[in-house]
């Protein structure tokens, strides 16, 4: 009987340590991208001021409208799309919410309805497409850029994205780790960004038409 139970055990054994090997193998390269992702959030602006055929606000997040506002009454693009907004929500709305006289910007602006980042991006591309245009800066939160950035380059292929990340005081970049509100809003983000990688990668190894 011991005979027997020992045959058993090993394999057993054998097979709970290559999996707590795994386990662990995946954990650490989980957390070293993690830390190489909160590497690649900006920090600082770097390209406030070349011009682009437009500029799309990402809303979600505070300041993001009123930054877009800005760059576009100082005349870094001529047009200005708003991705995820409101169902029911118009221009007027938007501008009288962020105290804006709306006679100024009414010409320039267009609104999306998106619901999330992939939305934002391919309602965003599609409108750029029948725009003929080919540049954008996207303005979003700095903590949100790297996933943008990566969905705006998967459905608009050679668009030229110029990044224009807006912070928040309550987003505490420096040493992250060490703020727990901080850590879980990256890590969450960090999550999402590897589910649209994996995503992406799948779509192109599908034959062309299946990915769409």
Not at 102 to 127: H, K, M
Not at 180 to 194: C, D, F, Q, V
Request: glycine fraction near 12%; aromatic fraction near 10%.
């Amino acid at each position: 009987m011991v005979g027997r139970t020992s045959r058993r055990v090993g394999p057993y054994r054998k097979a709970m340590d290559r999996l707590a090997g795994l386990v662990i193998f995946i954990g650490t390269i989980w957390i070293a991208g993690l830390f190489w992702f909160g590497e690649t959030i900006p920090d600082h602006l770097e390209d406030e001021a070349s011009r682009t055929d437009a500029i799309a606000v990402l809303t979600g997040g505070s300041g993001r409208l009123n930054t877009g506002l800005d760059l576009l009454s100082r005349g870094v693009a001529g047009k200005l799309y708003i991705s995820g907004v409101y169902e029911g929500t118009d221009i007027t709305t938007l501008l009288d919410l962020s105290r804006r006289e709306p006679g100024s910007f009414e010409c320039c602006l267009v609104i999306g309805y998106a619901q999330n980042t992939i939305g934002n991006a391919r309602e965003t591309t599609d409108w750029m497409r029948k725009e003929g245009f080919s540049s954008l800066r996207i303005v979003t939160s700095g903590y949100h850029m790297p996933r943008a950035l990566l969905e705006f380059r998967f459905a608009l292929p050679g668009i030229e994205a110029v990044p224009h990340p807006v912070f928040s005081e309550n987003v505490k970049q420096d040493r992250w780790w060490a703020w727990p509100g901080t850590a879980a809003l990256i890590i969450s983000e960090y999550n999402k960004y590897l589910v649209a990688w994996l995503r992406h990668g799948a779509m192109r190894l599908l034959p062309r038409g299946e990915g769409a």
